[in-house]
């Protein structure tokens, strides 16, 4: 069983900044791909950043120059630096791992609970 706990999100005014983090534990061997997620009112869920094993990253238009995604191997871990807020960003935001289980077998992906971000006005 694998978890994906997120952390950092509430809520900033526009302009502002917002780190999340996102750890991943449980039956793991390694860890691919990471990313953040995010799903506001009414809309689709949508990728923001994407990081995989090896550090290259892609972003979502609306995000590039703003956000950046990071990792830590040792930890499981990824973050997503969130600078220069707009109200636009507000969004429930997911983080998503592929994971390779322990004893091979094929790699699956697994979901955060996700974690509320509010930007003001």
């Known amino acids: 069983q694998v978890q994906l706990v997120e952390s950092g999100g509430g809520l900033v005014q526009a302009g502002g900044s917002l780190r999340l983090s996102c750890a991943a534990s449980?039956?793991?061997?390694?860890?691919?791909?990471m990313g953040w997620y995010r799903q506001a009112p009414g809309k689709q869920r949508e990728l923001v950043a994407a990081?995989?094993?090896?550090?290259?990253?892609n972003y979502a238009d609306s995000v590039k120059g703003r956000f950046t995604i990071s990792r830590d191997h040792a930890k499981n871990t990824v973050f997503l630096q969130m600078n220069s807020l707009k109200p636009e960003d507000t969004a429930v935001y997911y983080c998503?791992?592929?994971?390779?289980?322990?004893?091979?077998?094929?790699?699956?992906?697994?979901w955060g609970q996700g974690t509320q971000v509010t930007v003001s006005s």
């Open positions: 998503n791992a592929d994971i390779m289980p322990p004893g091979g077998g094929h790699p699956f992906g697994s």
């Open positions: 449980g039956s793991i061997f390694s860890v691919n791909a």
């Open positions: 990081i995989t094993s090896g550090g290259s990253t």
